[in-house]
């Protein structure tokens, strides 16, 4: 398979789905017709990631690449603001006359299909407009309805704080502006009077053929990752994503510059996690985080891994580490999934113990619980996500120690977790198994069991028969962890009776309570 057959495959099975914008299609469509004539004529290019999938589906004749996110620099200080301006201006001159006339008549003017150029951020020449629905322009129509696109001052930045990714920016030419972008595959430049696609690196067209992942040629890596660090987490995610090509002058300059990842924001260095795992790449990039030095700055719990040496009975595979790498490979792809898989044995290197030449985790699954949280909260997950992939990493274990389980043991894990946990432990658990030579092979039927159990007529009840009132007034009980208990109790009884298809009844549950609890 070529590097871009790579990068198709890549988009196909992309959880972000790559069909395109078609309304961007046609404001480009739209833009071909209004832009000849007029003094922008030549100098207003479509740039990014759009233009690249443009040039990869016509390179592979493959039309399920579809360009979408349709980012656009305007070569003029000022371009922008006075271009989307111009835009507005077409859909909404109406005369003195018939203003007047409208407000006679008490009417609202017709809404325009294009909304007011808005400035996306006070220090940065950056407009933003919405077509909100179809337009009509010199007799064609174009069926632009909800695109929403930026334009931008061909500029030049720099980061005069060391400490912080905030840049400044001045106008710059379109040249100038292609040398502060990422990488050359992101270079490309589509005129939108002509249609040409541009290569002002000479070097973007056959790195998006090859899959090779480098900086403009005019600026040295340092500089280029040391201004604005998040790019060495783009460069790993590109890599994950698309298997693109990493160069070893590429790695050794993310080695040096490694430590400057902190000073990015844990939120930015999230969103590229979440990316990442949306697509069920996060093994790929924890191995590169990992051989360019990032691991150690991102997630230093998760390098801590390594030599942490497991039962080779159990584990053949290797330490921690290894083990983990294999889990994420057999994880489902999605947030949660790969970053329970990723943590799942994070506490194992605190609770290791040898005892007569045996290795033992006791308590591994509570202890990463804590260690996960702290991590996931460090990293700004929002509440929801970070509490599911806790309780996933405390609950690891349970499938295993089930397997031999009788049904009402199944019931009691179904009834604790609910049904969206439950099958979110087992994904786990079956990923988990799945990395561990030798697999034993024993969480699939438990899987088919559980589901035979949640088929059944009488179904997991999450309370029990007798609320806390009539438990505490027939055994004479004040609020308190007893009545917690014998809650504890009827609901494992229930759970007896419902394995031999039977329903405890209130009557039969005051019974069974007075014998065990009022001596």
Not at 143 to 161: H, L, Q, R
Not at 185 to 201: A, F, Q, W
Request: proline share 5%; net charge neutral.
């Amino acid at each position: 398979m070529t590097s871009a057959q790579r990068i198709v495959q890549a988009f196909l099975n992309d959880g972000d789905t790559r069909i395109a914008s078609k309304s961007e299609q046609e404001v480009e469509r739209f833009l071909k017709a209004l832009l000849p004539g007029t003094k922008w004529e030549g100098k207003v290019k479509a740039v990014g990631g759009y233009v690249r999938d443009q040039y990869l589906s016509e390179l592979m004749n493959d039309p399920s690449i579809e360009a979408k996110d349709l980012d656009i620099v305007v070569g003029e200080k000022n371009g922008s603001r006075d271009l989307t301006q111009y835009i507005y201006d077409v859909f909404n001159k109406k005369s003195l006359w018939d203003k007047f006339q409208t407000l006679i008549k008490l009417e609202n003017p017709q809404e325009s299909p294009v909304t007011h150029p808005h400035q996306m951020g006070a220090d940065y020449p950056i407009w933003q407009i919405t077509f909100k629905q179809d337009i009509k322009y010199k007799g064609q129509v174009y069926k632009t309805d909800g695109a929403v696109i930026e334009f931008a001052d061909a500029m030049t930045e720099s980061y005069p704080d060391p400490e912080s990714r905030q840049r400044k920016t001045e106008p710059g030419t379109i040249d100038e502006d292609v040398e502060r972008r990422d990488f050359t595959v992101n270079m490309l430049l589509k005129d939108l009077t002509t249609g040409e696609v541009e290569d002002l690196t000479g070097t973007s067209k056959e790195d998006i053929k090859n899959g090779i992942l480098r900086g403009h040629p005019n600026v040295p890596l340092d500089t280029m990752f040391t201004n604005d660090p998040l790019r060495m987490l783009r460069l790993i995610r590109f890599e994950a994503k698309y298997g693109w090509k990493v160069p070893l002058s590429v790695i050794k300059a993310v080695r040096r510059n490694a430590h400057r990842i902190e000073i990015v924001s844990a939120e930015r260095i999230r969103g590229e996690l979440d990316k990442i795992s949306k697509i069920g790449k996060l093994k790929r990039a924890i191995r590169l985080m990992d051989t360019t030095g990032l691991l150690h700055y991102i997630m230093p719990e998760v390098e801590a891994l390594k030599k942490v040496q497991q039962p080779e009975k159990f584990h053949a595979e290797g330490d921690v580490y290894k083990h983990t790498l294999e889990v994420l490979h057999n994880a489902k792809p999605g947030i949660e999934n790969q970053m329970a898989a990723l943590l799942h044995d994070i506490g194992k290197p605190s609770t290791q113990t040898i005892l007569e030449d045996e290795i033992h985790f006791y308590e591994h699954d509570n202890a990463g619980a804590e260690i996960a949280k702290a991590i996931l909260t460090r990293l700004k997950f929002d509440n929801d996500t970070r509490d599911k992939i806790v309780r996933m990493v405390k609950n690891h274990m349970r499938p295993h120690h089930l397997t031999k389980a009788g049904e009402p043991g199944l019931r009691k894990f179904i009834r604790e977790l609910g049904d969206e946990m439950v099958d979110a432990v087992l994904s786990l658990a079956q990923a988990d198994e799945l990395g561990a030579l030798p697999n034993r092979k024993l969480i699939p039927d438990l899987v088919k069991r559980i589901e035979e159990v949640r088929k059944k007529p009488l179904k997991v009840t999450r309370e029990p028969v007798l609320d806390g009132h009539e438990i505490m007034q027939l055994l004479s009980l004040s609020p308190g962890p007893e009545v917690k208990r014998v809650k504890q109790f009827l609901l494992d009884k229930q759970d007896e009776y419902a394995t031999e298809s039977k329903e405890l009844t209130p009557e039969e549950a005051r019974k069974l309570i007075i014998q065990e609890f009022k001596k």
